[in-house]
Antibody
Framework: EVQLVESGGGLVQPGRSLRLSCAAS????????MHWVRQAPGKGLEWVSG????????GYADSVRGRFTISRDNAKNSLYLQMSSLRPEDTALYYC??????????????WGQGTLVTVSS | QSVLTQPPSVSGAPGQRITISCTGS?????????VHWYQQLPGTAPKLLIF???NRPSGVPDRFSGSKSGTSASLAITGLQAEDEADYYC????????????FGGGTKLTVL
């Protein structure tokens, strides 16, 4: 059974940093691209970032480019999102999602339950 | 404002057929990127409903179907049921600057 468990969320002040983690199990992690998607309270889904199976291809939304860094450790079956210079508008539930193939531009076939990030002073 | 445009809401009576549109442009759907659809029930994580424009994952009823033409795509639900009440999102990729994932703004389906 595929499982994605996010962690690392919490309350953080504007301008500070936070690192999210996603622990994956139930599939061969290094065979698939992975993504982060967020959802602000009461709002729709927003794609944040994606990374290919071997980290060779990485993409970011305009809203986070230059502030967020996605990475993965295939030996640890883990996905990460390093977030810096956080803004109140980054407040959201952050989902880790598995891609259906090794490349970034595919569907997201499994999702975690999310970790909540709140940026506020 | 989302790159992919969806109607904010649709509604239908049980047993009816509804469609949800997803309109993009030449740098995303029109560039050949596939469209995928997700269903999000209240308080839960999104679930993949349609992938590769027209394909259903195992376990998704055949009441759900997808199509794509030009710069647009559609999700159709036939034989509407109360449990279909949810938010629906289309998703694709855009290569206008660099390849980025994009979602539609979401459509709230109400079963009357």
């Amino acid at each position: 059974e595929v499982q994605l468990v996010e962690s690392g969320g919490g309350l953080v002040q504007p301008g500070r940093s936070l690192r999210l983690s996603c622990a994956a199990s139930g599939f061969t992690f290094d065979d698939y691209a992975m993504h982060w998607v967020r959802q602000a309270p009461g709002k729709g889904l927003e794609w944040v970032s994606g990374i290919s199976w071997n980290s060779g291809r990485i993409g970011y939304a305009d809203s986070v480019r230059g502030r967020f860094t996605i990475s993965r450790d295939n030996a640890k079956n883990s996905l990460y999102l390093q977030m810096s210079s956080l803004r109140p508008e980054d407040t959201a539930l952050y989902y880790c999602a598995k891609a259906s193939e090794e490349t970034v531009t595919t569907s997201l076939d499994f999702w975690g339950q999310g970790t909540l990030v709140t940026v506020s002073s | 404002q989302s790159v992919l445009t969806q109607p904010p809401s649709v509604s239908g009576a049980p047993g009816q057929r509804i469609t949800i549109s997803c309109t993009g442009s030449s740098s995303n759907i029109g560039a050949g990127y596939d469209v995928h659809w997700y269903q999000q029930l209240p308080g839960t994580a999104p679930k993949l409903l349609i992938f590769g424009n027209t394909n259903r994952p195992s376990g998704v009823p055949d009441r759900f179907s997808g199509s794509k033409s030009g710069t647009s795509a559609s999700l159709a639900i036939t034989g509407l049921q109360a449990e279909d009440e949810a938010d629906y999102y289309c998703q694709s990729y855009d290569s206008s600057l660099s390849v980025e994932g994009i979602f539609g703004g979401g459509t709230k389906l109400t079963v009357l």
